[in-house]
């Protein structure tokens, strides 16, 4: 879990670092809401740039930080080949891209917007940690080399992914509500709340047991 919290915690530490022009009183909290999910998830700068969280530039800097992160969890102490990274980075951005989840109406209430969420879990981390256990158990190569054993790894893990994507199912849908705080004249998406919000768009317990 504490992957995942870290992920979620970046995202609001981020956010919040190019939210200062978001200040006005004409400040839209749902438009910035899925402007943070559009982009930390789907890489799509369009709402960032519209509600003038940043340009598509800082956008785009955020987004790669985001991935950055959680490939650094997953790959932590193992030295893989360039192009193995970029095929294992391109597997996280499309599960990513697949979340799902609608922003709906901000309401305001003294100085914090609450926004409601509506989204679907994706049962992706449980089907994916089963595949990679059972490619662990049944290979019976070559366990000399540690730097190529680690690189079998992360193949394994990269194509574990790959196939649970691919027959990836959703739960039902489930609103969450995120609390968007004025704190240093800078509105702020509340951690707790973001966190939530993860825990509600992926099987997060099973992310746990990742190696």
């Keep these: 879990m504490k992957r995942m919290r870290k992920v979620a915690l970046l995202l609001v530490a981020v956010l919040a670092a190019a939210m200062l022009g978001g200040c006005g009183s004409s400040f839209d909290a749902s438009g910035y809401v899925k402007a943070l999910l559009d982009n930390s998830y789907k890489g799509d700068s369009t709402e960032f740039v519209e509600q003038k969280v940043g340009t598509k530039e800082e956008a785009e800097k955020l987004y790669v930080e985001g991935i950055d992160t959680e490939m650094s969890t997953m790959t ?93 199912s959703y739960e039902d849908e489930q609103s969450v509500i995120v609390r968007v705080e004025l704190k240093d004249k800078v509105w702020t998406p509340n951690e707790e709340d973001i966190v939530k919000l993860q825990e509600s768009l992926f099987d997060t317990e099973a992310a746990s047991t990742l190696p």
């Design 76 to 168: 932590t102490g193992i030295q893989i080949s360039e192009d193995l990274e970029a095929e294992f980075r391109q597997v996280v951005e499309d599960v990513y891209k697949s979340v799902k989840y609608t922003v709906g109406d901000a309401t305001k209430k003294d100085d914090v917007y609450e926004v409601e969420v509506k989204c679907q879990k994706m049962d992706i981390f449980a089907p994916t940690m089963e595949s990679f256990y059972a490619a662990v158990e049944a290979y019976d190569g070559d366990t000399s080399d540690e730097d190529a054993l680690n690189e079998q790894i992360v193949i394994m893990l990269r194509d574990a992914f790959k196939d649970a994507l691919a027959n990836v």
